[in-house]
């Protein structure tokens, strides 16, 4: 776990003024049993994790796509090549989504916006280890490179999972399913 406790407090106060803000339709489907608290979505979310990341393109069309993503500090993480669409989408207009799901048993939803990593920030060194973490051998592809990476800051965030047998959710209970 990379989040400290001021980390885990930002989360958990995301996760319940999104759900205060939420929708009738949206509340019926997340109920409280089935939310996920901060320190179950740390848990859950660990090493790479397939994102499927929405941008806005010129026309203000959404475009979607997966990314690899990472879970880092109570925010996800990602990246993409600086020429791709993705990374020309995201500098003219910041707005993001992103989506973590798997199968029914675990999805995490972020609304917000991408602010680029400055590989030599405390967030960016400490971002750049936790990629060697997962990924193993050296980190040589980020300063004066073509790759770019961004840490989504959410406006707006919702993390569900399955009650399981005894009351608590698949996600706290710490039990992988067939899709993860």
Known sequence: MHES??????????????????????????????????????????GMCVLNLATVNSRGEPIQGPVDGMFYRGRFFCGSARNSLRAQHIKANPAVSVAHVRGEELAVIVH?????????????????????????GEMTEWEGSS???????????????????????DASSGTEGDSG
């Open 112 to 136: 917000g916006t991408a602010l680029e990593v400055d590989p030599e920030s405390e967030t960016g060194l400490g971002f750049r280890k936790y990629i060697v973490e997962v990924y193993g």
């Open 5 to 46: 406790n001021d980390d885990l407090e930002a989360l958990q106060r995301v996760l319940d003024e999104s759900y205060a803000g939420a929708g009738k339709h949206l509340l019926s489907i997340h109920t409280p049993n089935w939310r996920m608290s901060a320190e179950d979505v740390v848990s859950k979310l660990t």
């Open 147 to 169: 790759v770019v990476y961004w840490e989504v800051a959410p406006r707006k965030m919702f993390a569900l999972a399955p009650v399981v047998e005894g009351g608590e959710s």
